[in-house]
T-cell receptor
């Protein structure tokens, strides 16, 4: 039973356009959500996060939206650049004293010049 | 500080052998985590330490797996009697006390059991 789901294994976008990566979750107790980016042969790199008490968080070209009623979050990248091509993982935390993150399977983004 | 360092980067071992991986976290980070990632999957939590105390272990961490973090500095992950199903990327991460800032991951140790 996957608690964090990324249903699109891959996404291809033209340079300069918007990339939208989606993530659904099942556990309403998650209180923090994070996005990580991973290049081949490297570990995941933290990108942006959002608390469950917010519905939007923005950092430069990256914006994360949270819809708690739909148990859905999305990452928007505007404008997309070829260097954004990577695998993007959505992760969720139960917070408190629990240390672990629960990751989705990832979405591979390809940004074409 | 060069980030989270993991050694070795690659390890090939025969089934039944024991292997040990090392992780050196960012020096001021008091939390250290181990994750495992197989092909096509996201990282799966194995265990984490706050300073030298192991606070949480996943049920994925069978009796053949043991992790230590002596003196709250580096950590080792040992797998005894390796099986082919243990083949994966083993990722270490560190953070300050809360996940809200995001972990910093190392580049991982890729284990292949033949």
């Amino acid at each position: 039973d996957q608690q964090v789901k990324q249903n699109s294994p891959s996404l291809s976008v033209q340079e300069g356009r918007i990339s939208i990566l989606n993530c659904d979750y099942t556990n309403s107790m998650f209180d923090y959500f994070l996005w990580y980016k991973k290049y081949p042969a490297e570990g995941p790199t933290f990108l942006i996060s959002i608390s469950s008490i917010k519905d939007k968080n923005e950092d430069g070209r990256f914006t994360v939206f949270l819809n708690k009623s739909a148990k859905h979050l999305s990452l928007h990248i505007v404008p997309s650049q070829p260097g954004d091509s990577a695998v993007y993982f959505c992760a969720a935390s139960l917070g408190g004293s629990q240390g672990n993150l629960i990751f989705g399977k990832g979405t591979k983004l390809s940004v074409k010049p | 500080d060069t980030g989270v360092s993991q050694n070795p980067r690659h390890k090939i071992t025969k089934r039944g052998q024991n292997v040990t991986f090392r992780c050196d976290p960012i020096s001021e980070h008091n939390r250290l985590y181990w994750y495992r990632q197989t092909l096509g999957q996201g990282p799966e939590f194995l265990t984490y330490f706050q300073n030298e105390a192991q606070l949480e272990k996943s049920r994925l961490l069978s009796d053949r797996f043991s992790a230590e973090r002596p003196k709250g500095s580096f950590s080792t992950l040992e797998i005894q009697r390796t099986e082919q199903g243990d083949s994966a990327m083993y990722l270490c991460a560190s953070s300050l006390a809360t996940v809200t800032y995001g972990y910093t991951f190392g580049s991982g140790t890729r284990l292949t059991v033949v």
